[in-house]
């Protein structure tokens, strides 16, 4: 615990060697903000830092409000800070919330991070301690979603949730109309591997669509029957006062800026994997890549922006359509700052800073990097 924090920085709030792992919390700090961060194996896996909110909250909240039925449940693969999970709860229609998680130690770590509902208190929840493939091959439950945030693809053992083997598994655990939505995190493989996540999700489901829920991670979300997008439906599901506030915390306060984070469909996912061979049990290339891979990130995410396609929407007004046009500009301008950052163009990037927070300046997603207007 002590190499963990000299290494790491920040102060321990929670250490436990268990059988599976060692699971530690350390609150750390960035700028003005803090936050505790998950290590596995002395590892980062993830945090309640707004970065982690919002990608986390999108994970489990953006394909039930998508959603063409009436969703009632839903399994989450992973429970990590317990915010995916825990935005479970946020959404009234839900009858059964389940999470899988492997380790015991996580699920006693999880009331250390904030954002998560205390959700291992809540009755309306129910964690189960178990390995998430064997929860779908010894479980006999249909879910309305299965989504999936388990650690990055190249860590040791995981590749098992991310194959084509597994995707046909969680096919079959589908009720009709249901979906899989898959974290597809970006810095921790190259544009190769990333590729190769792509088809192996493409190889199963006909209906696919790709995502992007923060300026590092992206999802798909697939299903076996199409994907409508209901202008409609998809306003009045965020009209809900739980789910408004959820997401408004996170910086996604409207459909339009819902909408705005849409990135293709299955046509611009087919152009971006190619030729690229599936990730499959039997073959698990992808775990063997390094942890994070900053210098191929820049590039991964600029080629599939470039890719990206407009949504198809039904029932969709001029209002919907300048508002998705004006929350992506606002959105892609943060990128833009990202990118430019890590290409250490300092000047570049405080132009883009400038002028976002002269235009988005209430954005608590866009605040949480720059300290607000000031």
């Known amino acids: 615990s002590r190499l963990l924090t000299q290494a790491r920085g920040g102060e321990l709030v929670a250490y436990e060697e268990s059988r599976g792992a060692t699971v530690a919390v350390v609150e750390q700090r960035a700028g003005q903000n803090r936050f505790n961060r998950l290590y596995i194996q002395g ?7 707004m970065t982690s909110l919002r990608y986390m909250r999108l994970q489990a909240l953006l394909p039930l409000i998508v959603h063409g039925g009436e969703p009632r449940s839903a399994l989450v693969i992973g429970l990590g800070t317990g915010i995916t999970g825990g935005a479970l709860l946020a959404y009234p229609g839900l009858q059964e919330r389940v999470v899988a998680e492997l380790l015991p130690a996580v699920v006693r770590a999880a009331p250390h991070f904030r954002g998560n509902y205390e959700l291992t208190r809540d009755a309306r929840m129910q964690i ?5 493939r064997r929860e779908l ?33 969680a096919a079959t655990r589908l009720q009709p ?3 899989v939505a898959q974290w597809l995190p970006l810095p921790t493989q190259n544009g190769e591997g990333t590729r190769s996540l792509v088809q192996s999700f493409l190889a199963v489901f006909p209906h696919a669509t790709l995502w992007t829920t923060e300026l590092h ?39 339009a800026a819902l909408l705005a984070t849409w990135v293709g469909d299955r046509a611009m996912l087919e152009r971006c994997a190619g030729a690229a061979p599936a990730v499959t049990d039997d073959r698990p290339r992808i775990e063997y890549a390094g942890w994070v891979r900053r210098e191929e990130f820049p590039r991964v995410l600029g080629t599939l922006l470039d890719m990206r396609t407009e949504p198809q929407l039904q029932g969709a007004d001029a209002a919907l ?18 990118l430019r950052a890590y290409q250490g163009d ?18 608590p997603y866009f605040r949480w990097f720059t300290g607000g207007a000031r």
């Open 137 to 169: 091959l010894q479980g006999g439950s249909q879910y309305d979603l299965i989504t999936l945030e388990p650690p990055p693809p190249s860590a040791a053992g995981v590749v098992n949730l991310y194959s084509t083997d597994f995707y046909r598994l």
């Open 217 to 255: 991670e992206m999802m798909l979300v697939g299903s076996m029957q199409p994907i409508v997008l209901d202008a409609a439906r998809i306003a009045a599901r965020m009209a809900q006062p739980e789910v408004a506030k959820a997401l408004g915390e996170a910086g996604v306060d409207s459909p």
């Open 321 to 338: 359509l300048e508002g998705i046009a004006r929350e992506r500009e606002l959105l892609y301008l943060f990128y833009s700052a990202g």
């Open 346 to 363: 300092r000047e570049g990037w405080a132009s883009d800073v400038r002028q976002l927070m002269r235009e988005a300046p209430a954005n």
């Open 128 to 132: 189960r301690v178990r390995d998430g």
């Open 43 to 49: 590892v980062s896996n993830s945090g309640d830092a």
């Open 177 to 179: 109309g249901g979906m």
